[in-house]
Each structure stands twice: as structure tokens, then as C-alpha cells.
């Protein structure tokens, strides 16, 4: 079992900047690749970031958050990190951290494995 603790999120006015982190704890954490999710009321769970395990941290993005939004991991300290700029009123979400055992680029939430409870990102316009 991974278990995963989300922290960082908050009320902050448009253009501003938050950054959410992910402590990861349990049954060799640091071997999994690890996600960003967000989920606005009436919608579905989105996909906002993936970061792997292997080849330094290769990072992948949705082309809506691509360059504002940065994932990184310390892997000594089992922590991602999600480094959000020019944060918009459409960024208003619950923020989920996932982690996954599979192998390549996963965007879709059913191949993640274990998840965080969420923090609440309000941006104000």
C-alpha cells in the first residue's frame, strides 16, 4: 500500500501562483511514476501531469496547463510537487496526487493504482 498526502492549496487571485505538493509513504513509494488529476464540480476527473520514475523524471503535460504549470519529485523525501504560475479561474479544482505502477506516459485515471484525498485550488478572476 502507497499512501498519498496532498498540501498547498488554497484561495488565490488570477494570475497568481500556488504550489501543491504530494508526500508519498509506504510500500516502496519512490519506485512508482506519479500524477496530478483535477476535478471541477459537474466534471470529470481531468489529467494535469505525470512524472516517471526512470530517465531523470521525464514529465508529460495538458496542453492546458502546459508552460504555467511545472511537476518535479525528490525522490529521497518521496515528495512531487506541482508548481502552478498564471493560474486562471478555470484552474478551480480539487487537485488529486496519483501514483501509478505502469510504464510510460498514463493520463488516464483508471491506470493509476493509489490516490491522495484531494486539495481544494480556488482561483479568483
Known amino acids: 500500500q502507497v499512501q498519498l498526502v496532498e498540501s498547498g492549496g488554497g484561495l488565490v487571485q488570477a494570475g497568481g501562483s500556488l504550489r501543491l505538493s504530494c508526500a508519498a509513504s509506504g510500500r516502496t513509494s519512490s519506485s512508482y511514476a506519479m500524477g496530478w488529476f483535477r476535478q471541477a464540480p459537474g466534471k470529470e476527473r481531468e489529467f494535469v501531469a505525470h512524472i516517471s520514475i526512470w530517465n531523470g523524471g521525464t514529465t508529460f503535460y495538458a496542453d492546458s496547463v502546459k508552460g504555467r504549470f511545472t511537476i518535479s519529485r525528490d525522490t529521497a523525501k518521496n515528495t512531487m510537487f506541482l508548481q502552478m504560475n498564471s493560474l486562471k479561474p478555470e484552474d478551480t479544482a480539487i487537485y488529486y496526487c496519483?501514483?501509478?505502477?505502469?510504464?510510460?506516459?498514463?493520463?488516464?485515471?483508471?491506470?493509476?493504482?493509489?490516490w491522495g484525498q484531494g486539495t481544494q485550488v480556488t482561483v479568483s478572476s
Open positions: 496519483a501514483a501509478t505502477t505502469r510504464v510510460g506516459v498514463a493520463t488516464i485515471p483508471t491506470t493509476y493504482d493509489y
